[in-house]
């Protein structure tokens, strides 16, 4: 277990690691031993990050998982290190060098006690719905993605134009965010239930300005001409089928290139697909398809 660029304060530095000891290497089905670590990544807003990787020197393909967001405090405080950690380790095992940051403000970075003047750098929000700017929303945590990229090539861990990017939810907007910036180490991107302003005042398909969502991804759509693979499901109570159909049109209708998939009913809410063991083997023949497409 390996503990990379800890932070000067004790503290966090015993924290972190703590949480090292508790991932352990693993071994994959076809003898791909992959190595499972915790890292911080010392970049202009330092982040932790979950990481799986083949075990060797590399150069390997980068891959980097974006998670969604929750507007609430507690929730923030409580969230896992690793949200789709089955999923990561099958991109590993494929051979990718799996960086999942943990986003700002979340787990053992969400400080938000505002009386004593610590806030947690949380950039993501939209804003009222009335008026969201999900445009901005998008393109920070996409900011933090090229971030994430510039230092994985410059510890020349990783190779430099084998990029793919993959995002749920509220990262799966900042990766369609992403693709319209066109980075040219990306190769390609897959998104899970991408969007955001789901579930609004906790009340499923009561979504935070659907039409404003639909036209920011056409806007992004514009520019973007990265691969791309989108899935959503059925009975994904954030963003349903017919709202993700929209999307899906917009963007392409505007000149993005996106794959979409629109997956059968999973479990008993669709949104949280990619976090479940189970799903692997629905989702992965596809995912091998496209991916086998860019080479």
Known sequence: MNLRHAPTPKSMAAALLLLACLLAPARAEDDVRIQEEVWVLPLPLPMFAYVVRPVGDGPFPLAIMNHGVSLKPVDRSFFPLVEFRDAA?????????????????????????????????????????????????????????????????????????????????????????????????????????????????????????????????????RTSRVPMLWFYIENDTFFGPALSQRMHQAFTTAGGRAEYHLMPPFGNEGHFFIGSPDAIPIWSPLVAKFLDAQK
């Open 89 to 221: 380790k099958w991109f590993a095992k494929r051979g990718y060098f799996v960086v999942a940051p943990v986003g700002t403000g979340y787990g053992a970075a969400a400080i938000d006690i505002p009386e004593r003047g610590l806030y947690g750098p949380f950039f993501a929000k939209v804003g009222n719905c009335t008026n969201p700017n999900f445009h901005d929303a998008g393109r920070a945590l996409a900011l933090a993605d090229l971030w994430i990229i510039d230092y994985m090539i410059a510890e020349k861990r990783v190779l430099p134009k084998d990029v793919v990017v993959i995002g749920q939810s509220a990262g799966g907007w900042a990766s369609i965010a992403l693709s319209s910036v066109n980075p040219p180490q990306v190769k390609a991107i897959i998104t899970f239930a991408a969007g955001r302003g789901g579930r609004v005042d906790g009340k499923p398909n009561n979504n935070c300005a659907p039409d404003k969502l639909v036209e920011a991804t056409a806007d992004f759509g």
